[in-house]
């Protein structure tokens, strides 16, 4: 294999069997067969048998395995079949709905797949990334990202950013006839410039893949699957501590050593939370599912949980405070006069220029059809984000011409003279004052505003470069309207109110940018430019985005440095970009937005994708995000409290009673209908009032909230012994039967009052399938009792006289769950 970079165009071309008009379609067919996909890291899919292997490996799911292992050891087959049973729920649920999570996720995916030009059979055409192959011709302009790695056949004023491979922070210039730099790769991304190129390497084989491969991991836990695996452990500590005790207890007061055990283990089993993992899944999968109705996909499925947790935004102005829709309102001469002359310069400008086609390009091109055919283009100099400017050299009358637009204090350091009547003049000092008198009077009144200079040189100079836009004759000004949204107040409101701060990251100037911000009513606590930004230290950076809004003139390194000043001060940071220059804040940010019709590199390196660049799309993702959070954690408090209770309930009957307080068959049995009961709880309804406030992951709290709420459960526990001893007089059978219903009942229905911050039933009612199934597996429980199974199980119908009490025992509880309930929240703020 040749060295690509070495030889020359035609020896590359000879090798690869290509030319400059491309392959043929069938020769892409042939080579994606040959080759495979271009994709840099294949993830071998698991097998389903694989993905359901793994999800065994979950701890909690561990515990119940060894417990059925030792139940069926010393000969309790039912014992093991119904801890297995539990396991397999368990596993099953969680991998069903991840699975179809993940089939419906890729559906939505495949609508934000990047693309790229490419030329084949002498027509250019947009493909999929995946779909390039080895003697593609690419064509490449600013914004795009590198598809594969290429030689690069032809380049005008090319820069790339290559920092994913090389750690460089500035971008490297390329061209087409140095072996050094005749290359680009796949992960690069162009930040100015044009090229053409022929992909040499593609997936695995390119220098991104060979990294790639060799890096590849899963993403870094959030706050939330942290907080998840303290709980997890947290409650395996407490299950192994207590049913060693019960163990110990239980042998020296009973003496009879395998009766023991196997309480003890039916007991670990009783306080295990197993379907915390399905819990976790289902209720993330619904939540994708939910944005995506709502006009967002999620790429990555975990941020969900940081998106719920956001409580500041960075965003640009352009289309999500404004329309987008923006409209060349004004061209005029340095008086703030309208002069067609500036109108046709600017056009020539944007009419020629190749790199990325802009917002104000595209207005300028819609303003008004003009002629310039006539003025044929020489050369071009490309927009960069250093100099924030784009030239083009076209031929005009008896010489060249170079015009010049772009941001006004820029074309102002680059101007010896302005046209003024058809006379030039001088610039100095106090005319640069005067000058900029009449771009800032234009900002104050919302329009964004461009300079537009000319330089004429002599027509034997074709080949121009940014050295060559000095010297220039300052045109006049073309000035843009982009209106604010009208639903961008309510929205800002919504956000705000929901704890949610924005912050505005933009690269456009002041006065245009507190107009805008002045008339959505946005409450500006402060304004601070580039300047402030690059010489303030980082102690000095934290006080500055602590206490202000609006950040203008910013550049990406700016952007970056801002939101990790603001993940410092341990804020969740969601960052809304579309452009190139947005790729370092999207890669940073907590949570990475972006929009269908953004830059590659912005959908590429983006969390979550917005089908519409709207904050109300924002405000309602951030609603689901908030909801799929409140459902997890309303099981992790009940879980939390219900085994608490149950530690308690049993120390006590191990210490005091003379026999066991449920036969090890029954403990297993009435947890495997209480997890049953639990499916219900992803689809459960989440009050309004609680997605207004950000709450985040706090297992202190969840720790005072189990050791508050637990023992409630208890004391009915104990009046429930108390009943069934003092006035049934109950023997073992009957005294377990008791239990059994008094411990299923209250556990299953206590969730109707954990569920909400507010009063059951009378304030907030809960989603139908939970109604159904804890009332479903609550019938359950007391057919058993009443039927042929009964006696295998242990069990004798209790009295009327029971039913009675217990229903009034049930109904106290709850209230005074209730009470508790309320109690806490005022105290610790916590629902």
Not at 397 to 419: Q, T, V, W
């Amino acid at each position: 294999m040749i060295d690509y970079f070495k030889s020359s165009l035609a020896e590359v071309f000879d090798e690869l069997k290509t030319s400059e008009k491309g392959l043929p379609e069938e020769e892409v067919q042939k080579r994606l067969k040959l080759y495979g996909l271009n994709r840099p890291v294949v993830r071998k899919e698991k097998s389903i048998p694989a993905q359901i292997l793994s999800r065994f490996m979950n701890p909690l799911v561990v515990v119940l395995l060894i417990i059925a292992g030792f139940s069926l050891f010393f000969g309790e087959q039912i014992s093991a079949l119904l801890v297995l049973m539990m396991a397999v729920l368990s596993v099953f649920l969680s991998f069903f709905q991840e699975y179809r999570a993940g089939k419906e996720a890729e559906k939505l995916r495949e609508m934000v797949r990047t693309t790229a030009t490419v030329v084949r059979g002498g027509r250019p055409r947009e493909v999929k990334l995946a779909q390039i192959v080895r003697g593609d011709i690419v064509d490449l302009s600013a914004g795009d990202m590198v598809p594969a790695d290429i030689r690069i056949i032809s380049c005008k004023d090319l820069f790339v950013n290559q920092a994913s491979l090389t750690g460089e922070s500035l971008p490297v210039e390329k061209c087409s006839d140095d072996p050094l730099a005749n290359a680009a790769y796949m992960g690069s991304s162009i930040v100015s410039g044009t090229a053409m190129g022929v992909v040499v390497k593609t997936g695995l084989a390119t220098r991104f893949g060979e990294m790639a491969s060799a890096i590849v991991s899963a993403p870094p836990p959030t706050s939330f699957d942290k907080g998840i695996n303290e709980f997890t452990w947290l409650m395996i500590r407490f299950m192994s501590v207590l049913v060693v005790f019960i163990f110990v207890v239980n042998f020296f007061l009973k003496g009879n050593l395998l009766e023991s055990f196997l309480f003890a283990i039916a007991v670990a089993v009783g306080l295990t939370p197993e379907m915390l993992p399905m819990i976790v899944t289902v209720n993330l999968s619904r939540g994708a599912m939910a944005m995506a109705k709502k006009e967002v996909i999620v790429k990555r499925l975990s941020s969900i949980q940081n998106f719920g947790a956001m409580d500041v935004l960075c965003t640009d102005k352009t289309g999500t405070l404004t329309l987008d829709k923006i409209v060349l309102e004004k061209h005029c001469d340095v008086k703030g006069r309208e002069d067609q002359s500036v109108l046709v310069q600017a056009y020539i400008n944007s009419y020629y220029q190749t790199g990325l086609k802009n917002l104000l390009d595209k207005a300028i091109l819609k303003y008004e059809k003009l002629l310039v055919k006539q003025f044929k283009k020489i050369d071009e100099i490309p927009f960069d984000f250093q100099r924030r400017i784009m030239s083009v050299v076209v031929d005009y009358n008896a010489h060249h011409r170079l015009i010049a637009k772009g941001a006004p204090e820029e074309i102002f350091a680059r101007c010896d003279s302005y046209e003024l009547d058809g006379a030039l003049h001088p610039v100095h000092p106090s005319v640069i004052e005067e000058l900029k008198k009449e771009y800032d009077s234009l900002s104050a009144e919302g329009f964004r505003v461009l300079a537009v200079a000319y330089k004429d040189v002599e027509k034997s100079k074709t080949a121009f470069t940014r050295e060559d836009e000095k010297a220039l004759v300052l045109k006049g000004y073309v000035a843009f309207l982009d209106p604010p949204k009208p639903s961008a107040k309510e929205a800002i409101a919504a956000l705000r109110k929901m704890g949610v701060e924005l912050k505005i990251l933009t690269g456009d100037n002041e006065l245009v940018t507190r107009k805008i911000c002045s008339e959505i009513e946005l409450d500006i606590q402060g304004l601070a430019g580039p300047e402030a930004v690059d010489q303030a230290s980082d102690p000095e950076l934290k006080d500055l985005v602590n206490k202000t809004t609006i950040f203008v003139r910013l550049n990406p390194a700016q952007k970056e440095r801002i939101i990790i000043a603001l993940q410092r001060e341990n804020r969740t940071v969601g960052f809304l970009g579309d452009g190139i220059n947005d790729g370092a804040a999207l890669r940073v940010a907590d949570v990475g937005i972006s929009v269908n019709n953004a830059a590659d590199i912005a959908k590429e390196l983006a969390d979550i994708i917005l089908l519409r660049k709207s904050l109300r799309v924002l405000k309602d993702a951030v609603m689901e995000g908030r909801k799929t959070f409140g459902n997890i954690t309303k099981y992790v408090k009940m879980g939390a409290s219900s085994n608490f209770g149950n530690m308690l309930s049993m120390t006590g009957a191990t210490l005091f009673l003379p026999f066991l307080p449920m036969l090890p068959i029954q403990i297993l049995l009435n947890n495997f209908l209480y997890d049953l009961s639990q499916v219900g709880v992803p689809s459960d309804e989440v009050d309004n009032d609680y997605t207004l406030i950000l709450r985040l992951w706090n297992l202190k709290l969840i720790k005072y909230f189990m050791v508050i709420i637990g023992p409630v459960s208890s004391i009915f526990d104990f009046a429930t012994f108390g009943m069934m001893l003092f006035i049934f007089h109950a023997s073992q059978p009957l005294f377990h039967t008791g239990w059994f219903l008094e411990s299923l009942t209250t556990q299953t229905l206590v969730i109707y009052v954990i569920r909400t911050g507010k009063v059951p039933f009378i304030e907030s009612w809960p989603s139908l399938f939970l109604m159904l199934t804890s009332i479903l597996i609550v019938t359950a429980g007391f057919g058993i009792v009443f039927s042929p199974l009964a006696a295998p199980l242990g069990f004798v119908v209790p009295p009327l006289l029971y039913f009675v009490l217990m229903f009034l025992m049930v109904a106290v509880y709850l209230y005074l769950v209730q009470i508790v309930k309320v109690w806490f929240i005022r105290k610790f703020g916590f629902d």
